[in-house]
């Protein structure tokens, strides 16, 4: 009879576990949201550290960044609900501090490399980011951000 309680508790215990691990991994819709989160908050701090030096259509980066991010902003917006549901669900204390954490995080990230770089090396290899996007439609730029590369994982695993 022991043995059958250490074992119901011992199953308890992993069913438990299991669930707090699935309720932090992302649905594969919540890790394209992030990415997308991070697509825009990287073309953002490119269009910012590139906006004298480069251009997209004419257009000085930043300018047209801008006109993509409104362009697409009921995507942003989308993709933004998707991560402060994520967030409410799994507890968090302020979704949308978190939100604002992983837009900081992933900004920082990228500013690390324009703060290594010359400007106009760093322009050079990310400029072509703000140009390929300035011409995306809405479907192409959900694939995109659907497309997981082992480089940038998102932050959270996928559920499986």
Not at 15 to 44: D, F, H
Not at 53 to 67: F, P, Q
Not at 73 to 97: C, I, V
Request: hydrophobic share 40%; charged share 20%; aromatic share 12%.
């Amino acid at each position: 009879m022991i043995r059958f309680v250490f074992t119901v508790l011992a199953v308890l215990a992993f069913s438990a576990s299991a669930a707090v691990a699935a309720s932090s991994c992302y649905t594969k819709a919540e890790a394209e949201a992030e990415q997308g989160i991070r697509i825009q908050s990287e073309l953002m701090v490119i269009g910012l550290n590139c906006q004298h030096v480069a251009t997209a259509g004419r257009k000085n980066l930043y300018a047209a960044y801008r006109e993509f991010s409104a362009q697409h902003s009921y995507l942003f917006a989308e993709y933004e609900d998707r991560l402060l549901n994520y967030y409410k669900r799994t507890g968090a204390g302020n979704p949308e501090a978190q939100l604002n954490t992983m837009r900081t995080v992933v900004a920082n990230r990228i500013s690390l490399d324009a703060a290594k770089m010359r400007p106009d090396i760093f322009c050079y290899y990310y400029a072509p980011r703000i140009q390929k996007a300035s011409v995306m439609n809405g479907q192409t730029l959900r694939q995109w951000a659907a497309t997981f590369y082992p480089s940038h994982p998102a932050s959270r695993p996928v559920c499986q």
